[in-house]
């Protein structure tokens, strides 16, 4: 539950899901995956779809509730949830692991991302309302950097992240358009350091078929803490990850499988909030 001014809201994977689906269908997608291609592609899934089903001797049981819940997922608008949280991560490797990156490792975007949040100064701070700044501050510092330690001055670091209560601004209804949403621009040695809040766990809406999804194996929702990020510079290639936070719940058993070792943060809790330093660098684009 969230309190906005007078008003009370209890947010649900229905409102997210259903926000997450139009975002994604406004921008319609293409790919110039040729004929053949798709035809090597559809024959593998198809092969592999029907060796699941024979190995497990699927019922007409199971069938129909498949076909029921991916009904369900389209109509909860839940597929960019359910596909982030259990795909992307695998496409996100395979795209790294197809280069010679040895810059800051990516991880998955999620669906709730939007572009264009306010440029923030590289010292700045992070909308927010009065009850986020009540939260245990995070001060996030660094520097953006390319592979020789030269810093990128003007660099962009997009930075989103859920509220104490697990909410994405835009996504969630009664929360400020750009709350928790900023573009921090670098100094001239590409330094950073932005006040914001200490993200929580955060449970991926589970009140509609992914919960169900997740239920049905005996599994968990749960992420842990993370922020999300995006960082880019003329001439270098843009990524898209997140961090974590040492010793955190989820750390070690994120639902979406997108947990790496060298994006776990190293807080210090000093008196003004917790601080986390995190150098980012950035490959050139090829
Ligand atoms: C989902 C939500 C997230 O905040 C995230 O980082 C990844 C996935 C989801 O609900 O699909
Ligand atoms: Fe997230």
């Known amino acids: 539950m969230t309190s906005v001014e007078n008003q ?11 926000k997450a689906t139009e975002k994604f269908k406004a921008n319609r997608v293409s790919s110039d995956t040729s004929k053949e291609r798709a035809n090597a592609i559809y024959t593998d899934l198809l092969a592999a779809i029907a060796e699941v089903a024979h ?4 019922t007409y049981e199971e069938y129909a509730v498949l076909k029921q819940w991916m009904i369900d997922v389209g109509e909860y608008g839940e597929w960019p949830l359910w596909l982030d949280v259990f795909v992307e991560h695998e496409i996100e490797e395979i795209n790294y ?5 040895t810059g800051t ?22 909308p927010m ?9 995070l001060i996030f510092e660094g520097q953006v950097t390319d ?18 209560d697990g909410f994405y601004s835009q996504f969630a209804p009664g929360i400020p358009e750009w709350n928790l949403r900023g573009t921090i621009v670098t100094d001239e040695e590409g330094r950073y350091k932005i006040k914001t809040l200490q993200p929580a766990p ?8 992914t919960g169900w999804f997740i239920e049905s194996y005996g599994g968990h929702p749960w992420r842990p803490a993370h922020l999300h990020l995006r960082v880019s510079h003329p001439g270098y290639r843009t990524i898209t990850t997140q961090l974590y936070f040492e010793g955190g719940d ?3 058993n994120d639902v979406a499988t997108a947990v790496k070792p060298e994006l776990v943060l190293h807080p210090e809790a000093t008196g003004d909030g917790n601080h986390v330093h995190y150098p980012f660098v950035l490959d050139k684009e090829n």
């Open 147 to 164: 592979l020789d330690g030269n810093g990128l001055g003007g660099a962009e670091i997009e930075l989103w992240h859920a509220d104490e």
């Open 202 to 209: 955060y449970q991926i809406p589970h009140d509609g078929p």
């Open 105 to 126: 490792k990516g991880s998955i975007e999620g669906p709730y991302y939007v572009e264009n949040s306010p440029k923030l100064p590289w010292d700045g701070e992070m």
């Open 250 to 252: 989820y750390v070690e």
């Open 8 to 18: 009370t809201v209890d947010p649900t994977a229905h409102d997210s899901g259903n």
């Open 97 to 101: 692991n197809r280069h010679d990156y």
């Open 55 to 58: 190995k497990h001797e699927i």
């Open 129 to 137: 309302r009065d009850k986020d700044k009540a939260c245990t501050p």
